[in-house]
Each structure stands twice: as structure tokens, then as C-alpha cells.
């Protein structure tokens, strides 16, 4: 009876989720600037298949120059929640998800252009976090949709990126938003992405030392308009933001019937929380101390000694940080949600001080916060590395396009970068 209630449960959020998506998709229409005679425009799908939510993002090209990477003209972007991983027993419900998205893409790309637009499907930690013959079923459900949609389906349409890709692709796409890939003077940014199952780190060493102290696996090489870049990057597993809490609670292949108590959280907070298709319940130690010191070394736990600390990044150059990182700095008043803004790493810590010491007045935003925000100090302080002095651009959009590793992907998909260590 508690399955088939849970079962309601969840198809009535799918249903909220998709009405208030149906409501908004009439104003997602763009405006597209007319191309030069000479020139040509494409379009192309890239769906993100995220531990917390799937994402759709649908991009209008023009390639004026067939030797170039071409212009990015437009993109048109949606999400719904909870991601593909929280539907792993009910796989149909995850393809219906997508099949709503889809809308997006027959609002945005032409009729005519419908048989030529590459539709293409990349998850992420979410379902490499599940066991292989339930993302399997995800992934199968997602493929049938695809083959029932008017759009071109090519080979391995759908599939499970891998992460160092993932880090790759994002570096790949902030460097093209920020005009970087076309500098002559191979002056890059590096981006730190957080996201709910895993984070990743990638930027073009300037020191030899940084690649000849690296674990081998930890460079890779991408070809990519005549030129090779041999980048640092690493796509940690696990320490993503919603995993580290699994793991800082001790919940990581726990029973799920018991209750994971930490004192990250309020004193008095008690409530269920779901991740990755689990439910449990956790909450604060009531007879028990609260605080930073305590929290901060809960969550040093899930990043000493598993997270490497690249040689330069002591002193380097500028980072772009976004997903998690981006959201929970909002969460906390450090940033404007719509502006993004710099800080230094020491604003992180100075925040999760103020909120782990004052847990009563931000509740209200998320009885988590203090844990996330002490968990994004440790993991860039205590895990990269990074000097408190550290600035990192805080941003969710450059240039008003997702700062993810979608466009990246979709790069790759048409002009094959080459991707090897």
C-alpha cells in the first residue's frame, strides 16, 4: 500500500512539474537574427541527464566559415526535476520527462529542419551512480522516445558520458562563450563545476610541473581548431554536492530505514530527504553541539585524501565555477542570482561560519546550507588546494548561455574534437 501511495506520490509531482512546464513553453520562442546568403544555419539538441534534474538545451548555429567553429545564434533552455536517476524503478516515468522536453526542441528548431537536427542524450554521475541494469532501463526508455521523435537520431545517441569528458566539454564551452578558444595567445580559464553526483576540475596548465606531478590519468589532450591543448582534469564521483551529504551523513550504502544525524544540521530539524530514487531521514543531534569547527570536520572526511591537489594551483589563473557552487553562493547573499559576481574562497568560509553558527536565522533557505556551504570551503581549501585569496567567477550564463558541458558535447558531435590522454 506505501508503494502504490509513493507511486501516486510521484507521478502527481511529475504532473505539477510537466503542468507548470507546459504553461511557460508558449514564452520560450527566440528571436533569431538573419544570417548572411553565404552563411548557414543549424541547429542541434543536447539533453542533460543530471543527478537532480534533466535539462534540455537547444542551440541555433550559424557557420559562416566551414574551417571555423561556428557562431552560436541562440539558445533555448528547460529543466524539469527530480533527474532521471529518481525514477531507476520506474524508467517509463523518466522517459515521459523527456518527452515533454521535446516540446522545447519542436517549439524552437523549424519543421523543415526537424529530419537534419541531431538529437542526442548525455547523463551524467546520477545514473553512473546506479547500478548498470537500472540506468540500462533509463537509458532504453530515453532511446524509444528518441526513436519515436521526428528530430535525426544518430549512433550512441543516448548513452553515460563519461567524466572526464564532462570536465573537457565545460572547459570546452566556457572558453568559446568568454572568446578564449580564438585567442592567439592560448591565455584559457579553468572551470570548476559542482554537481549533484560528482564535481569536476579542468584548466590548461601553465607549469610543466603541474603535469609531471599529476596522476597520469589526470591529463588529457583535445585537438581542436588546429591546435592541442593538454589539459588537468579530473571528475571526481561521489563529491558531488548531494552525494558529499550522502556520504558526510554516513548514508552511503546504509540501511534506509535509520536516521542519519549530523551537526551540520539544525538542532531540532528532522525530515525525509530523497537522492537517486532513496529516501531518508535525517536529522540535527538534539542534545548535541552545532557549529562550523564540528561541521567542517564531518565533511573533511569526503574530500582528504581522495581529492588531488594540482601543483599550480597556488597561483594561477582565473577559474569560472557554476552549477552547485553558483546556486549555493545565491543561497547564501553572497552573489545576485542574475549578475553572478567574483569571490574569493575566503567568502565561502566566512559565510559557512556565519550560517553553521547561526543555524535559526537561514533555516527558512535550506536546513542544509550549512553543510553545503562548509563542504564547498573544504573541498576547494582543503581538497584543490586554492589559497583563501583564490578569485573565482561565480556564473550561471555567459553571454546568456548555460555555463555547462551541453554546448561542449555539441561541438563535439559535430565536429569530433579528438579527446585522448
Not at 537534419?116 to 532504453?140: D, F, M
Amino acid at each position: 500500500m506505501y508503494a502504490i501511495a509513493l507511486g501516486l506520490f510521484c507521478w502527481l509531482l511529475l504532473l505539477a512539474s510537466v503542468l507548470d512546464f507546459s504553461a511557460s513553453l508558449g514564452n520560450l520562442l527566440p528571436s533569431l537574427s538573419r544570417p548572411a546568403n553565404s552563411s548557414r544555419i543549424f541547429y542541434g539538441v543536447m539533453f542533460d541527464a543530471g543527478s537532480t534534474g534533466t535539462r534540455i538545451h537547444v542551440y541555433t548555429f550559424i557557420q559562416k566559415d566551414p574551417e571555423e567553429l561556428p557562431v552560436l545564434d541562440n539558445e533555448m533552455f528547460h529543466s524539469i526535476k527530480p533527474g532521471l536517476s529518481a525514477y531507476a524503478d520506474t524508467p517509463e516515468m523518466g522517459g515521459y520527462t523527456v518527452r515533454q522536453l521535446l516540446k522545447v526542441a519542436k517549439k524552437t528548431v523549424p519543421r523543415l529542419e526537424w529530419k537534419r537536427t541531431p538529437l542526442v542524450l548525455k547523463a551524467t554521475a546520477g545514473l553512473r551512480l546506479l547500478p548498470s541494469e537500472k540506468a540500462q532501463a533509463l537509458l532504453e526508455q530515453v532511446q524509444d522516445v528518441f526513436d519515436e521523435s521526428p528530430f535525426f537520431v544518430p549512433d550512441d545517441s543516448v548513452s553515460i558520458m563519461n567524466g572526464t569528458n564532462e570536465g573537457i566539454l565545460a572547459w570546452v564551452t566556457v572558453n568559446f562563450l568568454t572568446g578564449h578558444l580564438y585567442a592567439e595567445t592560448r591565455k584559457t580559464v579553468g572551470i570548476l563545476d559542482l554537481g549533484g553526483g560528482s564535481t569536476q576540475i579542468t584548466f590548461l596548465p601553465k607549469s610543466k610541473k603541474t603535469i609531471g606531478s599529476s596522476p597520469d590519468d589526470y591529463i588529457a589532450r583535445i585537438d581542436m581548431l588546429n591546435s592541442t591543448y593538454e589539459l588537468y582534469t579530473h571528475s571526481y564521483l561521489g563529491n558531488g554536492l548531494m552525494a558529499a551529504r550522502l556520504a558526510a551523513l554516513g548514508a552511503l550504502g546504509a540501511e534506509e530505514w535509520r536516521v542519519f544525524k549530523s551537526s551540520c544540521l539544525p538542532k531540532k530539524f528532522r525530515e525525509e530527504w530523497s537522492f537517486g530514487g532513496l529516501t531518508y531521514i535525517v536529522s540535527g543531534i538534539p542534545d548535541g553541539y552545532v557549529g562550523y569547527k564540528l561541521c567542517y570536520q564531518e565533511v573533511l572526511k569526503v574530500v582528504k585524501g581522495i581529492v588531488h591537489q594540482p601543483y599550480e594551483l597556488k597561483d594561477t589563473s582565473v577559474f569560472y565555477a557554476f552549477s552547485y557552487y553558483f546556486d549555493r553562493a545565491v543561497d547564501a547573499g553572497l552573489i545576485d542570482r542574475t549578475q553572478g559576481g567574483m569571490l574569493e574562497v575566503r567568502d565561502f568560509k566566512k559565510r559557512a561560519k556565519e550560517v553553521c553558527n547561526k543555524m535559526s536565522k537561514y533555516h527558512l533557505i535550506s536546513p542544509f546550507l550549512c553543510m553545503d556551504m562548509t563542504y564547498i570551503t573544504c573541498l576547494l581549501k582543503d581538497g584543490f588546494g586554492f589559497k583563501e585569496n583564490t578569485v573565482l567567477q561565480l556564473t550561471k550564463k555567459v553571454n546568456n548561455v548555460e555555463t555547462s558541458w551541453a554546448l561542449g558535447a555539441t561541438f563535439n558531435h559535430f565536429q569530433n574534437l579528438k579527446i585522448y590522454r
